[in-house]
């Protein structure tokens, strides 16, 4: 039988292997460092640490000031993208926990520049999402994460939307013209849940609560079959009292 060997070990780059050293280094001189300084603590023959100092430099992963090395703008890039995808990781988590508890589909949305956008939904096979049949952007008139968007907007924001994205029935069941919808959200208190029944999917209905995280609009809402109508306010209720410890995840979903 043939002896086992041992696996080859990675191949390292060690020119990557040396930037990286040197990034870390410039990262605890948060008021920079020269050449020589990052060279030597960073364990790197000088001409090494200067060719790869410009190469860094040029690539915007460092910054060159008065004489010193500072971390750059790509670094920063690097590390919000990170805290981006660990924030959206959190309120994902959040909603997908709230999906299993309240047993419904749960979506949450925000209205950035100028659009509806659906930035994150929790469902599953046995309780699916409603499905994008129509563009959510182009149709929030129709559904109640829509609905509830507009709601919040002031008369300036909510006119702005509705010339880019006119008013049109989607079922037999959604509001007909602009001023239906117009009247029926001036009915409504700017922060009350909003309610439809078949108006963007036949057989479904939905709600959605109203966020209120600085200045931006954004709401939850969950979904259900319309032969399971009777759970749909008592979802409702347990979605409002879960909100306030997502309230951390959404501002900050709304900002990005």
């Given at each position: ?162 010339d880019r994205h006119p008013v049109q029935p989607v079922t ?85």
């Amino acid at each position: 039988m043939a002896t086992a060997t041992n696996a080859p070990a990675p191949t390292l780059i060690v020119s990557v292997q040396r930037a990286m050293r040197l990034l870390e280094t410039v990262s605890s001189h948060p008021d920079g460092a020269p050449a020589k300084q990052l060279a030597r603590e960073a364990g790197l023959p000088l001409p090494t640490a200067y060719h790869l100092l410009r190469t860094l430099t040029h690539e915007d992963y460092l910054r060159r000031e008065k004489g010193v090395f500072i971390l750059g703008d790509a670094v920063e890039r690097l590390a919000i993208g990170g805290a981006l995808r660990n924030r959206r990781t959190t309120l994902v988590d959040s909603l997908a926990h709230w999906r299993d508890a309240i047993g419904v589909p749960v979506y949450f949305a925000a209205y950035r520049e100028g659009e509806i956008e659906i930035v994150a939904v929790a469902d599953t096979p046995y309780a699916p999402a409603v499905a994008e049949w129509a563009d959510f952007r182009e149709t929030g008139h129709a559904h109640a994460l829509g609905q509830c968007l507009l709601s919040q907007l002031d008369e300036q924001g909510r006119s702005d939307h509705l010339d880019r994205h006119p008013v049109q029935p989607v079922t037999p069941c959604s509001v007909r013209d602009r001023r239906a919808l117009l009247e029926r959200l001036a009915s409504k208190e700017r922060m009350q849940t909003v309610v439809e029944r078949q108006e963007y999917a036949l057989g479904t209905v939905c709600a959605a609560i109203p966020i209120t995280a600085g200045s931006g609009a954004a709401a939850m809402g969950i979904s259900l079959p319309l032969h399971q109508e009777e759970r749909l306010f008592e979802a409702v209720e347990q979605l409002r009292n879960a909100i306030g410890g997502l309230l951390g995840s959404i501002a900050f979903s709304i900002s990005i």
